[in-house]
Nanobody, 125 residues
C-alpha cells in the first residue's frame, strides 16, 4: 500500500526558510498528483501547493512567490521549499498523493487518497 512520510518540520524565525520532504513507498504507477496541505489548530485543512502529472505547479495565493513545490526525477519524493516564512504559516503540514484526481479538484483535500502523518512547522517572531 502507498505510504507517505513527511520530514523537515521544526521551529524557525519569521523571515527564515525551511524545506519539507515527503518520501513515498508502495507507488504503483507514475500518474500521481502530489500536493501539500496544512492545518492550524481550529482551522480546516487548506491547500498549499500541488504538482501535476505534467509537472505544472499550483499554489495558494497566501504562499505564492514564497513557497516552491518540487519532486525528484523518480517521482518518489516530494519537497516544499518555504522561504520568507510568516507567523501565519504555522501549521501541521501534510503531503498527499492521488493517481485519479482531476484538475478541477486539485485543491480539494478529500479528493486525495493517500496522506502522510504530518510534520509541525512553527514560525516564531
Amino acid at each position: 500500500q502507498v505510504q507517505l512520510v513527511e520530514s523537515g518540520g521544526g521551529l524557525v524565525q519569521a523571515g527564515g526558510s525551511l524545506r519539507l520532504s515527503c518520501t513515498a513507498s508502495g507507488l504503483t504507477n507514475s500518474r500521481y498528483v502530489m500536493a501539500w496541505f496544512r492545518q492550524a489548530p481550529g482551522k480546516e485543512r487548506e491547500f498549499v501547493a500541488a504538482i501535476w502529472r505534467n509537472s505544472n505547479t499550483f499554489y495558494s495565493d497566501s504562499v505564492k512567490g514564497r513557497f516552491t513545490i518540487s519532486r525528484n526525477n523518480a517521482k518518489t519524493t516530494l519537497y516544499l521549499q518555504m522561504d520568507s516564512l510568516k507567523l501565519e504559516d504555522t501549521a501541521v503540514y501534510y503531503c498527499a498523493f492521488d493517481s485519479g484526481i482531476i484538475l478541477s479538484s486539485i485543491r480539494v483535500a478529500h479528493q486525495y487518497d493517500y496522506w502522510g502523518q504530518g510534520t509541525q512547522v512553527t514560525v516564531s517572531s
